[in-house]
């Protein structure tokens, strides 16, 4: 069973920075690509960023590229989604998840979530 748990979530200021981070087994870490979701309050479930299992590719939505930078260390077993420049639409609950590299690199959504840190920009 793939568990993913996120942390670093929190209430932020326009254009403060935040790291979050996703844990999970060993066995999760050499095997997937990692990504990003996130949900806002009355919206859909939006692709945020992804990163392959050898960490060499990663995917970024067009409303985050050049904000957000997705990283992985597999030696930690970790996931990171550094985002500055935050914005207001940036607040989310935002999922940490696992799938095959494939998946990403089509735009399908990932077989395994987390439950969810909440990330709060206040203007």
């Known amino acids: 069973q793939v568990q993913l748990e996120e942390s670093g979530g929190g209430l932020v200021q326009i254009g403060d920075s935040l790291t979050l981070s996703c844990a999970s087994s060993?066995?999760?870490?050499?095997?997937?690509?990692m990504g990003w979701f996130r949900q806002a309050p009355g919206k859909e479930r939006e692709f945020v960023a992804a990163v392959t299992w050898s960490g060499e590719t990663t995917y970024y939505a067009d409303s985050v590229k050049g904000r957000f930078t997705i990283s992985r260390d597999n030696t930690k077993n970790r996931m990171y989604l550094q985002m500055n420049s935050l914005k207001p639409e940036d607040s989310a609950v935002y999922y940490c998840?696992?799938?095959?590299?494939?998946?990403?690199?089509?735009?399908?959504?990932?077989?395994?979530w987390g439950q969810g840190t909440q990330v709060t920009v206040s203007s």
């Open positions: 060993r066995r999760t870490f050499s095997s997937y690509a």
């Open positions: 998840t696992a799938d095959l590299d494939e998946i990403y690199a089509r735009g399908s959504n990932p077989h395994y």
